[in-house]
């Protein structure tokens, strides 16, 4: 179709030798209906959507109609799903090309939900409607929180059944991202054993993500370092916030560290570090506390695939990538300790800071508090008075931190402001969410729009968040799924 969007695709994955992808075209849809829009991220795309047609919209992000310039392809990966290694590339997805911005920015666009592949293995290639809003209205909530993520551009009803447990309305979603490759990537081409196609990969990835090192040394090594610590900001920004991903498996761990695969993920309420939602994780592989030490697993699983371009010598190669791998402890504790004291606001350094933070949190696990609304409650704000903020305990805990703040030696304005821009007032709490999409679910749109528009300043206190800041009065545990 005639490019009057302002699309501006310059495919360079779609260049890359054929093992790394199949070429498709996604399927036409029935009866496509764009429902959710994101204009906001496509004016920062500087796309022309708003001149368009309803209609048109419809077609375009559907797939029915696709862009002049645009290459679809699936992409090929592997992974290790709770700890096995399989084959699987995209099985429900289009990867139509990079859009390229004003200012040279470089992002994929994909539909997901698009129809099958030769990935789909026992799939349908379809997705449905109440999870991509799901992960629409997720997805950009991590963004407005100022974590890196993939985002959501388009939602459009498809007007095809798709079979579940039972008949669902089928949707598709449009993810933008800084690129869909994953630790799954490289541990499909390291699977295939050739040094050749592992050195494009490394060669492409370097360039499109990390350019800064494409003329160091042993540039594998540089990589695994760069990675390495995107990760680790990525985990540090989850345990802030509460977020808790689900399905850590190592395709669903973006190589430029951005959340990806909004599936099972969901937002904690009372503080417990085992908490788990989805359905699957039954022995809790992906709980909330489990989180950094799994990134720690899959960045090991990465650092094996790059072993043959690191050195040649096998051992040699093997001491070297552990080394890197064995740094993630100790910097993870430096830079959670450093995140935990910005939610208090501990300006400097103490001996007892630790102690601190820790005495807190284990307050809030064996009192099952709510542990975002906690925060918002030292900040000062007014929060729905939880009685046990009259614990002795707390008292007595917020006496002591009290005391460490006056000696800050800053102004109270310093503290309070690192307290603002680390402390969200308003989350994607879990029941809020399920509410939107049942009213989505029956053709009733504005609940989730009103939502993505309260989680759009998730920094800043008003009127209208009082009602989406109170977890779940229901004692019933709330469950997430995969692949929906
Ligand atoms: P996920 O659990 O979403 O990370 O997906 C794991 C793998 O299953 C990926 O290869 C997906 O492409 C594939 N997959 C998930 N849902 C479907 C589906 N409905 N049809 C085909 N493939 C799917
Ligand atoms: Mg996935």
Redesign the pocket.
């Known amino acids: 179709m005639k490019n009057n969007i302002n699309w501006n695709f310059d495919n360079s994955y779609f260049r890359l030798p054929d093992v790394f992808k199949e070429n498709i075209s996604p399927f036409s849809v029935k009866k496509p209906n764009l429902i959710l829009l994101n204009k906001n991220l496509a004016e920062e795309l500087n796309l022309n959507l708003s001149q368009i047609e309803n209609k048109e919209l419809s077609l375009i992000f559907s797939g029915n109609s696709l862009p002049e310039g645009s290459n679809s392809i699936a992409q090929a990966y592997a992974g290790h799903q709770f700890g096995h290694f399989t084959m699987?590339?995209?099985?429900?997805?289009t990867l139509i090309g990079e859009h390229i911005t004003k200012n040279n920015k470089r992002f994929d666009i994909q539909f997901k939900g698009s129809g099958?592949t030769s990935?789909?293995?026992n799939?349908?290639?379809?997705?449905v409607l109440g999870p991509m809003l799901r992960e629409y209205v997720i997805s950009e909530a991590i963004f407005k929180l100022g974590i890196p993520t993939t985002r959501s551009l388009a939602v459009v009803e498809t007007g095809e059944e798709v079979i579940r447990d039972k008949s669902l309305p089928g949707a598709i979603l449009t993810r933008v991202a800084e690129s869909h490759i994953r630790v799954g990537t490289f541990q499909y081409i390291a699977a295939r054993q050739k040094k050749d196609e592992l050195q494009i990969l490394v060669n492409y990835v370097i360039r499109r993500h990390f350019p800064e090192l494409d003329n160091k040394k042993n540039k594998e090594l540089e990589l695994l370092k760069n990675v390495l610590d995107r990760q680790l900001d990525l985990v540090v920004n989850w345990m802030r916030v509460g977020f808790i991903h689900g399905?850590m498996?190592t395709?669903?761990m973006s190589i430029c560290g951005e959340t990806i695969?909004y599936?099972p993920c969901a937002f904690m309420d009372a503080y417990d570090p085992k908490t788990v939602f989805s359905s699957i994780d039954t022995l809790g592989r992906y709980a909330y506390c489990n989180q950094p030490m799994i990134v720690k697993w899959n960045l090991a699983r990465f650092a094996e695939c790059l072993i043959p371009l690191i050195d040649n010598d096998q051992k040699k190669a093997v001491q070297i990538a552990t080394e890197i791998i064995n740094t993630f402890e100790k910097k993870y504790e430096e830079k959670w300790v450093l995140m935990m004291k910005n939610k208090l606001g501990l300006i400097g350094y103490n001996n007892e800071d630790k102690n601190l933070i820790l005495d807190l949190l284990t307050w809030m696990h064996q009192k099952k508090i709510d542990y975002t609304n906690t925060f918002i409650y030292l900040m000062n704000l007014d929060i729905e008075k939880n009685i046990n903020f009259n614990d002795y305990e707390f008292k007595n805990w917020k006496k002591r931190w009290e005391k460490r703040l006056s000696n800050n030696n800053h102004t109270d304005e310093k503290y309070t402001e690192i307290m603002k821009r680390n402390n969200p007032v308003v989350i994607p709490r879990n029941h809020i969410v399920e509410n939107a999409l049942n009213f989505a679910n029956q053709g009733d749109l504005e609940p989730t729009v009103k939502l993505i528009d309260i989680l759009s300043k998730p920094y800043i206190p008003h009127e209208d968040i009082k009602d989406y800041q109170q977890p779940s009065r229901s004692n019933e545990k709330y469950q997430t799924f995969?692949?929906t």
């Open positions: 699987l590339g995209d099985g429900r997805a099958k990935f789909s293995r799939g349908d290639g379809r997705a399905v498996n395709d669903n695969d599936g995969c692949g």
